[in-house]
């Protein structure tokens, strides 16, 4: 056991370092940050494990946990949020209800406060502001997500470039990657609605199956559910296709 002015720990017999604790390390077990006594058991209940996690925790920020390099740093009075892996839930100031598990998901290095978000995955709603209510599952799931609202989205990559929409349903392997405002849309399978930035006059759309409504940018009332159905439809409006490859090679409306 060793202890200088700025660090302690333990050495082996050979005096290599086998556990340290320096300026940097924070260690909180409920009892070693200044989020105060307002949390559970009359305690700051906040677990803190890791380099700078946690590390700016003020009076009244109780019932979080961060466990990671600088997971949770930047919190300050948010409550019962969760942040676990490298920079999770890193920039969140006051926000409540958020868990980030993964490298670098909840990121959100941008002095934002935002509330009742899940991201699970690498880089998953990396990006946020303000937005609320979001659950991305998935290596970059949700990556770019800042003030949109409601989404759920399920799978690598999967409505990556999304900024500001809102209550989207996405599941798949690049589902919906390349729009960036769309609301109110259900996207499922492989790639589904994938490759066209589609406009707020898509809002509503339902794609379901591996690639259907893949290339839409303007169309609007479009249903679409089986493989590649209605795959090359761009701008087509009022459109329903059922069944596998059902007007794949088709622009047409209705």
């Known amino acids: 056991?060793?202890?200088?002015d700025s660090s302690v720990?333990?050495?082996n017999g050979s005096g290599a370092y086998t556990f340290k604790v320096d300026a940097n390390s924070r260690i909180s077990l409920s009892n070693n940050d200044s989020g105060g006594t307002g949390g559970s058991d009359s305690t700051s209940a906040n677990t803190l494990l890791g380099y700078l996690a946690g590390d700016d925790i003020a009076s009244g920020g109780v019932n979080n946990s961060f466990v990671g390099h600088a997971a949770g740093h930047k919190n300050t009075t948010g409550d019962e949020n969760s942040g676990f892996g490298r920079y999770a839930g890193f920039g969140n100031l006051t926000g409540n209800n958020n868990t980030f598990v993964g490298s670098s998901a909840g990121l959100s290095d941008n002095g934002s406060s935002h509330s009742n978000n899940t991201g699970i995955g690498k880089s998953s709603l990396t990006a946020l502001t303000t937005g609320v209510n979001n659950v991305a599952i998935g290596k970059d799931a949700?990556?770019?997500?800042n003030s949109g609202e409601g989404n759920n989205i399920i799978g690598t990559s999967a409505g990556d470039a999304l900024t500001t929409g809102i209550l989207n349903t996405v599941v798949g392997y690049f589902a919906l990657s390349t729009s960036t405002d769309v609301d109110r849309v259900v996207a499922i399978g492989t790639e589904a609605m994938e490759s066209g930035n589609v406009t707020s006059a898509a809002d509503g759309t339902i794609a379901i199956g591996?690639?259907?409504l893949q290339a839409l940018i303007t169309g609007e009332r479009n249903?679409?559910?089986?493989?590649?159905?209605?795959?090359?439809?761009?701008?087509?409006?009022d459109s329903i296709a059922i069944g596998y490859q059902a007007l794949a090679g088709t622009d047409a409306g209705t």
């Not at 056991?1 to 200088?4: E, K, L, R, V």
């Not at 249903?223 to 409006?237: H, N, P, T, Y």
């Open 1 to 4: 056991i060793y202890a200088t």
């Open 223 to 237: 249903i679409a559910v089986g493989f590649e159905a209605l795959k090359q439809a761009d701008d087509s409006d």
């Open 210 to 212: 591996s690639k259907a």
């Open 9 to 11: 720990g333990f050495l």
């Open 142 to 145: 949700g990556l770019s997500i």
